[in-house]
C-alpha cells in the first residue's frame, strides 16, 4: 500500500511538472468522457434505470404471445412480432386481469392500468386543464410497491362498483394545481364532468410504470364509465389494459407462468379473439414496459457509437502525447532502471499517472455532462405523448464514468507503459548525440487513426446537416405563416350530439369575430404534426389491387379548413355548410388521391366506400393540392378530406389564420372561449410554424450534435497532430540546423514537416473514407435528399481534415524554419 502511495505521489509531480501536457489530456478527456457520460444519462433514464419502488426486481410484466393474432376489436397499441412468425402484446381485456388477480399462483399482487391517451378535463377551483390520467385497479400502489406523500393510496374498497369516486394526484400536478397546499386532501376535482375527492399525494420522486410517467392524477378502474366508456370492464373482445405482477419470494416463474397460460386461454374461449398457440411471456418489470422505451432509446444508441468514436479519438490523441512525453523522458526512466526498478515497477508507474488523468477527466466529465443535460431534455422534449425522464447523475452513471476512465486510461496508458518499461539503462545515459533519436512510428500511426475516425464522424454530420437543410426547404402544401393552433375537447366537458356541433359553430363565430381574425377552421389532426389515421376504401367498379384494399389517409374538418390553410383548390368545389349528417357523405381528395386511384380520369362525382364497419359510400365533390399530412419527411399519401358536419368529433384542432403575430392574438381567443365555457380548457397552444419547427426537431438535434461531436473529433486531431509535428521538430533540432549551415533554406525545411503531415492526414483520410462506405449505411434511414455515399460531402471532409493538418503543423513548421544553426549546434 505504501508503494502504491508513492507512485501516487510520484505521478502528481510528474504531471504537475508538465502543466500544459496535463491540462490538454484533461481537457480531451473531460470532453471525450463526458459527451459519453451525457449520452448514457439519457440511455439510463430512458431504459436503465429501475423504478424508485419497493423491490423493483419482483416485478414482472405480463405480455401475451401467439401466431397469427385475429384480435377483432383490439386498438393495435403495444404489439411486436418476433422470430418465429410470433407476435408479443402488452394489452389484455380486463376479464383476463381479473382471472389473473383471482386464479394465477406464483405472485403476491397481480395488478392493472391503463393510461388515457387524451388525458381527462380536470377542473379544481373553477380552473380546467387536461391533465394526464392512469386508471388502476385497487391493489396497484400495494402490488407496485409504491405510496403516499401524505394521505394514503388507491385501496380494492375504492375499486368497486358504487364506491366513492377518489384520486391521488401526483407531486408534480400538486406543485402546479394545488399549490402544494396540505388542504388539497378531501378536495374535489371534476375529472371529464364527474367529480373525484382527493385522497392522496405521491412523493416527489415517484416514477410510473408508463414509459416516460406523463401521468397526472390516479383513479381506480371502476371509474372507466365516467372515462373511457369505451372499454367496458366486462367485455373479453376489448384489449385495452397492462398487467403487471409482484413475484412471491421463492416461486418457480415457470410454473406461475403456466397458471396464467391456461387462463389466458380461458378467456380467449369466451371471446372473439383468436390466435394460434397463445401463450404468457413474463418480463423483468423492474423498469416498467420497455416497449415504448427501447424506441425511444433508438437514438441515444446511435449517439453512443458517435461519442464513443470521439472517445477513441481522445485516447489515440493521449496515447501520442504520451509517447512523445516518454521520450523525452528516457533519461529519467533510465536512472529508475538503473537504480533497480523492475519492469513491472515501471509499467505500474506509467499506468498510475494515465489513470490520475483518467480519474481527474472523468470529474471534469461529469461537469460538462450535467452541463448537457438541457441539450438532452431539448432532445426529449421532441418526443410525442409528453414524455418526462429524469436525468439525474445516479449510482448508474457514475459507475458508467468510472469504468469509462479505467478502460480509457488502460487504452492510452498501456502502450507508453510498455514503451517505459522496456527501458535501457546504458542507452538512456549516452549523450544527445549518441543515443540517436527516438522513433515514432507508433506516433504517426496513431495520428492517422485520429484523422481517419474523424473523417467519419464528418462525413456522418455532414450528411445529417444537409438531411436538416433539404428537410427546410421542402414545401407543405400550406401557409405557415400567422397561423395558430390549439385543441379543444369538449366532449369531455360534456357536449355531445347537436349540443356539440353548436359549441363548434359558437366557436367558429366568436373566433372569427376577433379583430385581425381572417379566417378560423377546425380539424380532426394537424397538418405535418405526426399523427396518422388510415383507413381502407373500396371503389366500385374498380378490382381490387393485389395487396387486398387501398388505404387513405383521413382528415376530418370544417367547411373553411381548405381556405384557411391555403390549400388551392384545383377541381370541383370545397366542403359547405349544406353537408350535415342527414346528407350523403362527401369529400375532397388531393391529388396523389385522383392519381392512384383514378389515373388520367376526373375523379369528381365519382363514389367510394369507406371500410370502417359503418357502410358509409363518400362521393367526390372536389380535389386540391397535395399538403404534407404527417411529417415533411414522409411522400404525400392519398388523402381525403371529409366535413366534420357529417361525424360528431369530440375533439378538434382549431386553426386561426390572422393578419396579426399569433402571440397578439392569443388573449383574444382565451377571452373569446371564456365566454363560451370556461370548462373546455385550451390546450396544444402553438402556431404551425412552431409544429412544423417541431416536426424537424430530432433531425436539428441529430444534425447539431454529430456536428458538435465532429468537431470535437477534429479538434482533438489537431491537437494530436499539432503534438507530434512540435515534438518532431524538438526532436530533430541539431538535424534541421546541419541542413540550414549547408544550405537548406527555411522554406525547404517547413515544407518537409508540412509534407509530413500531409502524409499522415492522407493516410487518414484515405482511412476514413473507405471505412465511410459502411458507417454511412448504418444512418441511411435517417438521410432526406442526400445519398449515403454523397460525392460532395466525402470530398469536403477529406479536404477539411487535409486543411486542418496544414494548419496543426504550420506552427511547428514555422518554428522549424526559423532555427538559428549556430544555436542548434551548440545545443549538440
Not at 415504448?292 to 437514438?299: D, E, N, T
Request: glycine share 10%; proline share 6%; net charge positive.
Amino acid at each position: 500500500m505504501s508503494t502504491l502511495w508513492q507512485d501516487i505521489r510520484y505521478a502528481v509531480r510528474m504531471l504537475a511538472q508538465s502543466p500544459r501536457f496535463t491540462a490538454v489530456a484533461m481537457l480531451s478527456l473531460a470532453l471525450g468522457i463526458g459527451a459519453n457520460t451525457a449520452v448514457f444519462s439519457a440511455l439510463n433514464a430512458v431504459l436503465l434505470r429501475s423504478l424508485p419502488v419497493r423491490n423493483p426486481h419482483e416485478l414482472r410484466l405480463i405480455n401475451w404471445i401467439g401466431r397469427n393474432p385475429r384480435l377483432s376489436s383490439y386498438t393495435g397499441i403495444g404489439t411486436s412480432d418476433v422470430p418465429g412468425g410470433f407476435t408479443v402484446g402488452t394489452s389484455f381485456p380486463y376479464p383476463a386481469y381479473r382471472d389473473f388477480r383471482d386464479q394465477g399462483t406464483g405472485f403476491t399482487d397481480v395488478f392493472a392500468f391503463f393510461a388515457v391517451s387524451k388525458g381527462v378535463t380536470a377542473v379544481m377551483r373553477d380552473e380546467a386543464s387536461i391533465a394526464g390520467a392512469l386508471l388502476v385497479s385497487g391493489n396497484f400502489f400495494k402490488g407496485y410497491g409504491a405510496d403516499t406523500l401524505i394521505g394514503r393510496p388507491i385501496v380494492p374498497e375504492d375499486d368497486r362498483p358504487g364506491a366513492a369516486p377518489v384520486a391521488v394526484v401526483t407531486y408534480r400536478w400538486w406543485a402546479q394545481r394545488g399549490g402544494l397546499d396540505p388542504a388539497v386532501l378531501g378536495r374535489a376535482i371534476t375529472l371529464n364532468r364527474s367529480s373525484f375527492t382527493i385522497v392522496g399525494v405521491l412523493p416527489r420522486d415517484y416514477v410510473g410504470p408508463v414509459a416516460g410517467d406523463p401521468t397526472d392524477i390516479y383513479v381506480p378502474l371502476a371509474a372507466q364509465p365516467q372515462l373511457v366508456p369505451s372499454r367496458p370492464l366486462d367485455s373479453p373482445d376489448r384489449w385495452w389494459v397492462q398487467i403487471m405482477g409482484r413475484r412471491a419470494p421463492g416461486a418457480n416463474e415457470a410454473k406461475a407462468r403456466a397458471s396464467l397460460a391456461l387462463l389466458f386461454r380461458h378467456v380467449l374461449s369466451e371471446s372473439s379473439t383468436k390466435m394460434d398457440e397463445p401463450g404468457i411471456v413474463l418480463q423483468d418489470g423492474s423498469r416498467g414496459p420497455l416497449m415504448v422505451r427501447r424506441l425511444v432509446a433508438k437514438p441515444f444508441l446511435a449517439l453512443t457509437g458517435v461519442s464513443g468514436l470521439v472517445l477513441l479519438i481522445a485516447c489515440a490523441n493521449i496515447a501520442g502525447l504520451l509517447l512523445a512525453r516518454g521520450a523525452v523522458r528516457r533519461h529519467e526512466v533510465a536512472v529508475r532502471a538503473a537504480l533497480g526498478a523492475g519492469r513491472w515497477r515501471l509499467i505500474r508507474q506509467s499506468l498510475t499517472e494515465s489513470l490520475l488523468l483518467s480519474l481527474a477527466g472523468a470529474c471534469l466529465g461529469l461537469l460538462v455532462a450535467a452541463g448537457s443535460k438541457h441539450i438532452l431534455l431539448g432532445f426529449l422534449a421532441t418526443l410525442p405523448d409528453d414524455f418526462r425522464f429524469d436525468l439525474r447523475i445516479d449510482r448508474n452513471v457514475l459507475a458508467f464514468t468510472l469504468g469509462v476512465s479505467w478502460l480509457t486510461a488502460l487504452v492510452f496508458g498501456l502502450l507508453p507503459a510498455l514503451g517505459a518499461s522496456r527501458a535501457d539503462p546504458v542507452a538512456g545515459f549516452r549523450s544527445r548525440s549518441t543515443a540517436g533519436r527516438p522513433r515514432l512510428r507508433l506516433g504517426r500511426t496513431l495520428v492517422s487513426i485520429q484523422v481517419g475516425l474523424s473523417v467519419l464522424l464528418v462525413v456522418a454530420a455532414g450528411l445529417l446537416v444537409r438531411t436538416f437543410v433539404n428537410l427546410t426547404r421542402i414545401d407543405p402544401g400550406f401557409r405557415s405563416e400567422n397561423l395558430l393552433l390549439l385543441r379543444l375537447s369538449p366532449g369531455q366537458a360534456g357536449y355531445e350530439g347537436s349540443r356539440l356541433a353548436g359549441f363548434y359553430e359558437r366557436t367558429h363565430l366568436a373566433v372569427a369575430a376577433i379583430p385581425g381574425v381572417q379566417s378560423a377552421a377546425f380539424s380532426s389532426m394537424l397538418l405535418a404534426g405526426g399523427g396518422w389515421s388510415e383507413d381502407s376504401i373500396d371503389i366500385p367498379g374498380r378490382p381490387r389491387p393485389p395487396g387486398g384494399s387501398r388505404q387513405v389517409c383521413r382528415l376530418i374538418v370544417s367547411d373553411e379548413f381548405l381556405d384557411t390553410m391555403d390549400i388551392p383548390l384545383l377541381q370541383g368545389r370545397r366542403l359547405a355548410a349544406e353537408e350535415v349528417a342527414a346528407t350523403a357523405p362527401v369529400a375532397v381528395v388531393n391529388e396523389t388521391f385522383a392519381r392512384a386511384f383514378f389515373q388520367d380520369e376526373s375523379p369528381l362525382g365519382r363514389t367510394f366506400l369507406l371500410e370502417d364497419g359503418t357502410g358509409r359510400m363518400f362521393t367526390i365533390v372536389g380535389v386540391c393540392r397535395d399538403a404534407k399530412y404527417s411529417s415533411l419527411r414522409e411522400a404525400t399519401p392519398p388523402v381525403m378530406y371529409s366535413s366534420c358536419r357529417q361525424e360528431e368529433r369530440d375533439a378538434m384542432f382549431l386553426a386561426i389564420r390572422s393578419r396579426l403575430s399569433s402571440a397578439s392574438l392569443l388573449p383574444a381567443v382565451r377571452r373569446a372561449m371564456a365566454g363560451i365555457d370556461p370548462g373546455v380548457p385550451l390546450t396544444s397552444i402553438r402556431t404551425q410554424a412552431q409544429v412544423l419547427d417541431q416536426s424537424l426537431a430530432q433531425d436539428r438535434l441529430f444534425a447539431w450534435l454529430c456536428s458538435a461531436l465532429a468537431q470535437l473529433a477534429v479538434l482533438l486531431s489537431c491537437i494530436g497532430l499539432y503534438g507530434l509535428m512540435a515534438y518532431n521538430v524538438a526532436r530533430r533540432t541539431g538535424e534541421i540546423g546541419v541542413r540550414m549551415a549547408i544550405g537548406a533554406t527555411g522554406a525547404r525545411v517547413a515544407w518537409s514537416i508540412l509534407r509530413e503531415a500531409v502524409v499522415l492526414a492522407g493516410i487518414g483520410v484515405a482511412v476514413g473514407l473507405s471505412g465511410a462506405v459502411v458507417v454511412t449505411r448504418f444512418i441511411e434511414s435517417q438521410l432526406y435528399g442526400v445519398a449515403p455515399m454523397d460525392p460532395a460531402t466525402l470530398a469536403g471532409a477529406g479536404a477539411l481534415l487535409v486543411a486542418v493538418a496544414l494548419l496543426s503543423a504550420w506552427l511547428p513548421a514555422r518554428r522549424a524554419a526559423r532555427v538559428d544553426p549556430m544555436v542548434a549546434l551548440r545545443c549538440e
